[in-house]
């Protein structure tokens, strides 16, 4: 089965994983389930990697605690571009493309549909130079499915900061940037998955977790026919 496109050296065939991402705006509910679908894949007996962006590997972790903390205007918008996509080579680099190879499953809390929304539609950077980067750095792989978690921005960014405030974790650089900014990033989102409907499932972040675990599971069985 062909899961991705990977690197310079063209098409890849991956027996036995699949490439799953899951976007939201912050506070959409992404990571939680995220995290229950590598649970579920592995009690199926799957290998897995579980990992997110920015970040994933060593050296991209280091470029995360850069971007996503302190205050939003403390770097220009290009570097903070070229530093997520930084972050992606090496993550593509040394753990995605690795896995996939090896017939692994990877489920990424974001991947690059997060810089299209955030950077193209949230800081208004070109689109085509946005496609083009991202095409440069990584060669054109994309998951094979998205799943985008939808959910009023006001009621995004009041989840996240309960969270962040019980977890005492201080990575709310994008949080601050205020309601517009979540606004313009949450419609990017849906403009992405009306581009691409074969990869994108677009979830209402507003129902349980229960039933919003069931529809990804649902989703990937029927994507990926190897999972039973
Ligand atoms: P999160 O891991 O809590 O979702 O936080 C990561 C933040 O980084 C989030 O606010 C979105 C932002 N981000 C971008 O702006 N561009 C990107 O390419 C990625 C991967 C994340």
Redesign the pocket.
Known sequence: MMLAEAGQGGIMTVPKGGFVSFE???GSG??TQALLLVQRLKQSGHRVVHT????GCWFSEQL?QL??SGAPEKINDKT??LL??A??IEHVRQLIEPALRQGQWVVS???????????GF?RGMDRCFLDLLQQWAIGGLVPRLTFLLLLEPEEGLRR?IEKRSSEQVR?T???QEGIAFQRR?NAGFVTLAKESPSRFRVIDATDSREHIARKVWVAVQEVFSHVE
Do not use: I
């Open positions: 939201g705006g912050d992404k990571s997110r962006e920015p970040g995360r971007l996503v903070e571009l997520m996509t972050a992606r809390d974001r991947f690059l549909d997060s810089t299209l929304a955030y950077q949230g996240s990575e650089r994008f949080e990033v």
